[in-house]
């Protein structure tokens, strides 16, 4: 299935490069370079990925961003000097967070990615503020039942990523990662890795707004 995408970008010039580099992934792009007329196309035309360019879209306009992330899933290209800053962009909905100087294989790999889980991805630099954001509102009939390494995998569970891809990420094998999971899966009562996902999401364990994880319209 062809993703739609709309690309939010002030510089026609970038846009229509960003344009023509997803084309060639199989996905059909339209290009909005005013905030008004994103937000507006958006609403209109329920695209399955927004990308939100710097300046058009930023942290420091976290409203407008807001306003953007409510109508889809969003990803946000931000200056490498501001990739700190995601959590400020992820907090109120954006599902994720590149800096724009990645790679197309990177930018064509999370978008594919966000648009088939509930993944939230953020730079590295922005771990650790999102997971003591996501600990902070876990209910407290769950806060604790995680360890902080279960919760590292469950967050990587959202990304998608399979149990070679995490014990890479996490530097252990993937035996130890298959146990992790299986600790998870018990102690959230859940049957498979999606319903675990689901049910984090759903219970705030890894809620970063209300709504945060429903399917984009």
């Known amino acids: ?21 997803l084309e060639r992934h199989d996905m059909k792009v339209q290009v909005e370079t005013t905030q008004r007329g994103s937000l507006a196309t958006a609403a209109e035309t329920g695209p399955d990925i927004l990308v939100g360019v710097a300046p058009l879209f930023t942290m420091d306009s976290i409203d407008k961003l ?13 200056k490498p000097e501001n990739t700190h800053r995601a959590f400020e962009a992820l907090r109120v909905g954006v599902r994720a967070v590149l800096s724009a100087e990645t790679s197309v294989e990177e930018l ?28 902070s509102k876990a209910p407290k009939n769950l806060r604790p039942e995680l360890t902080p390494r279960e919760t590292e995998v469950l967050l990587l569970l959202t990304q998608g990523k399979t149990n070679t891809e995490m014990a890479a990420t996490l530097s252990v094998s993937p035996t130890t990662v298959r146990s992790h ?21 759903e219970s705030g364990l890894l809620g970063i707004c209300p709504g945060y994880g429903t399917p984009a319209r």
């Open 66 to 78: 807001t306003e953007l992330a409510r109508l889809g899933k969003t990803l946000l290209l931000t």
């Open 108 to 135: 064509v790999h999370v978008i594919r990615t966000i648009t088939e889980v509930n993944a939230i991805i953020a730079p590295e630099e922005a771990q650790e503020a999102l997971t003591r954001y996501w600990r």
């Open 1 to 21: 299935m062809t993703t739609r995408v709309l690309v939010c970008c002030d510089r026609v010039i970038l846009g229509e490069g960003i344009r023509a580099l």
């Open 181 to 201: 999971v299986h600790r998870i899966l018990r102690k959230l009562g859940a049957a498979t890795r999606a319903q675990a996902v689901a049910i984090a999401y």
